[in-house]
């Protein structure tokens, strides 16, 4: 019991990751929370709309991942500016993440025009592709605002006051949620506007939490410490360091979802149940998953201010408590996946006609258990990455990702499903094959210690 304690207790423990990482967690797991309510939703309204859904939102989410790795890498300037005790540099940090995510922000939109050429590259069926247009046109409008929110987020995550963020994500969530329902299926006398109403309520929620979190940050009192608007100005050498560190990190975002969005592609090409059912997993995994994104965060700050302040032992405690916590929690997830798999599978299909679903529950049952088998490894690949991006570490995560995406999964999915037409069961196992592979590299890296030697700050005041 003294042994637990101790590690509860001691600096970097596992109480000090909790305080830090619940907010996170919260703010994370409502993102989730409402991707799910948005599926069941849809799958509610038609197996088409859900089909749709799910590969426009990851490959969106894939061109917003590269601008939003790189705004939201402004949270490891903060992090360790605030263990150098260079408060002074944090707001100007927090700006060049704002700027360089309004550029982003520009460029999502110019999507908006591109709607027709990729999805009929795509080749899903016809009334599953008019969908997968109309959705994508709003996710388009409204791109700036997730990566916006990164930025802004970085001033809170980085110096460890992550409840503003969780407050946000809530309401953002709430709003989300009851708009979902009202403007899918028509309600309060508005028309019925099926999947675009879903993407409106994307909208509609993220700009109310943006909003919440930028007053937040600009008030009075941040200002006088922080600078966080007298620092405003456009600062060329620290906005250069956040390209240089912060550009592979959201390269690595970008190839990572880029790939996953591939494999997911790729299985639609099997027909519309598997699709279906692979979403349907995928958005169950979420629930579990996008928790431990929230970890990750976590890990990155505490190794961030650590570093900062030239302690990497109390980085390696703090890596190690977060790892250990997952670990429980991952494997505990992973359990009840493969023993009441119906229990998660239900909502999508209270609402669903009960023959047309059959199929597609008898596929997402069989998907789940890959996700089990693979969580506790992605659990670890998340907490490792972290601490290494944390460090600054972040070109060597991005040529990793670049390697092994294509020769463990891009490729051999391609060819399994393509060539030999092997089917779900096959695909499902080499993303599990490309999950372990990630989780043996990233260790192999931490376990060298380079990334202890490693800073994104300057370190002289010549700034």
Known sequence: MSFLKRRWYRENGYKQVLIVAFPLILSTGSWSIQQFVDRMYLSWYSPDALAAAVPTGILSFTIVSFFLGTSGYASTFVAQYTGAGKSERIGPAMWQGIYFAIIGGLVVASTFFLADPIFDAVGHEPAVKALEKEYWKYLAIGGFLPIGKAAVSSF????????PIMWSSLAGMSINVVLNYILIFGKLGLPEMGIGGAGLATIISELISFIILLYLALSGKNNVKFKTISGYHFDKLLFSRLIKFGMPNGIQFFLDIAAFSIFILLIGRLGTPELAASNIALNISMLSFMPMLGMGITVSILVGQSLGGNRPDMAKRATFSALQMAFVYMGSIACLYIIVPQLFIYPFSANADLVEFQEIKIHAITVLKFIA???????????ISSALKGAGDT????????????????????????????????????????II???????????????????VIEHSNHF
């Open 156 to 163: 809170f995550s980085g110096r460890g006051q992550t409840y």
């Open 373 to 383: 088998a693979w969580t506790i490894f992605d659990s670890i690949t998340i907490v």
């Open 395 to 434: 070109k060597f995560i991005m040529l990793a990702i670049i390697g092994l995406s294509i020769t463990f999964l891009i490729l051999p999915t391609y060819i399994a499903l393509e060539i030999f037409d092997l089917g779900l069961k096959t695909a499902w196992s080499i993303g599990s094959a490309y």
């Open 437 to 455: 592979s990630l989780t043996l590299v990233f260790i192999l890296r931490y376990k060298t210690g380079k990334w202890t030697s490693m800073r």
